[in-house]
């Protein structure tokens, strides 16, 4: 099955996640949310498809640099203006959107 895999290249959870899903017999295209990712334009189908609270990382440093008014803003215009609030990876299998790299994700795919 070929799965497109969203994250950071320096992120060990998004190389983990990539590692494992190629042993596994899957063709994994990654893209980088940074500099590859039309953004603008995924974010609102995976706001759809796994909603804010599962898709933004409110525990990484760029979150608690963030004011109050930025955090309680539109998610679209945050996510596209830090993507490392992105929670990683993003992975999607054919019309199904996954984030993380959760036990659960890992029996979905492996």
Known sequence: MKL???GLKNCDTCRKAQVSLAVS???VQFIDIRSEAQLDACIPVWLDAVGADTLINRRSTTWRNLSERDREGNPVELLTAHPTLIKRPVIKT?????VGWSKQVQ???L
């Open 4 to 6: 497109t895999l969203y």
């Open 25 to 27: 017999g899957h063709l």
């Open 94 to 98: 054919g019309d199904a959107i996954m």
């Open 107 to 109: 029996a979905a795919l």
